[in-house]
T-cell receptor
Framework: AQKITQTQPGMFVQEKEAVTLDCTYD???????LFWYKQPSSGEMIFLIY??????QNATEGRYSLNFQKARKSANLVISASQLGDSAMYFC????????????FGAGTRLTVKP | NAGVTQTPKFRVLKTGQSMTLLCAQD?????MYWYRQDPGMGLRLIHY???????AKGEVPDGYNVSRLKKQNFLLGLESAAPSQTSVYFC?????????????FGNGTRLTVT
């Protein structure tokens, strides 16, 4: 069964600095996708970035990048030049290619950006 | 650009009462999902639908029923609410169930069962 682990319940970062949010996953399926979502205090779920298991390069979207280490089964989210508006819950999620391809989520990391 | 719309935004029920949450999407997506979010547990899939008239169980289906009579709507019902069903409920949709398809979420419904 697939499993997503986010070991950091809470993280703090100084404004304008970079921060890494950890995510490890477990799957035996060679085809899978990894996703990060942001949930601000207003509650909506915002899709940030995607990485496929066959992608050779790390995904990037603006200030977000995904540090994908396939052998270690980790998919850490890196936010560069943190802004106060980055304060939110962040969820790592995965979908497998075969069988049960429901999107499964980690428990989340609450990021607080300090001025 | 409505996307995925959930109604209501908040609801308070007494134990044993019933209710229905409505989800509507205007993106012509085939696939729709209901998740619940609880502190420390992320989001867990309740039920999903791969098309009009079809539904299937997810990870935590007990105590819930769903219906997809129209492609754009996905209803989540609680027949006899329990305090354990206090949660935030999210509806989502996707173009397909491929592993590279992100989910598009509604803004959530906060349900409290007393």
């Amino acid at each position: 069964a697939q499993k997503i682990t986010q070991t950091q319940p809470g993280m703090f970062v100084q404004e304008k600095e970079a921060v890494t949010l950890d995510c490890t996953y477990d799957t035996s399926d060679p085809s899978y996708g990894l996703f990060w979502y942001k949930q601000p205090s207003s509650g909506e779920m915002i899709f940030l970035i995607y990485q496929g298991s066959y992608d050779q390069q790390n995904a990037t979207e603006g200030r977000y990048s995904l540090n994908f280490q396939k052998a270690r089964k980790s998919a850490n989210l890196v936010i560069s030049a943190s802004q106060l508006g980055d304060s939110a819950m962040y969820f790592c999620a995965m979908r497998e290619g075969g069988g049960n391809n429901d999107m499964r989520f980690g428990a989340g990391t609450r990021l607080t950006v300090k001025p | 650009n409505a996307g995925v719309t959930q109604t209501p935004k908040f609801r308070v029920l007494k134990t044993g009462q019933s209710m229905t949450l409505l989800c509507a999407q205007d993106m012509n997506h085939e696939y729709m999902y209901w998740y619940r979010q609880d502190p420390g547990m992320g989001l867990r899939l309740i039920h999903y639908s791969v098309g009009e008239g079809t539904t299937a169980k997810g990870e935590v289906p007990d105590g819930y029923n769903v219906s997809r009579l129209k492609k754009q709507n996905f209803l989540l019902g609680l027949e006899s609410a329990a305090p354990s069903q206090t949660s935030v409920y999210f509806c989502a949709s996707s173009t397909d169930r491929n592993y590279n398809s992100p989910l598009h979420f509604g803004n959530g419904t906060r349900l409290t069962v007393t």
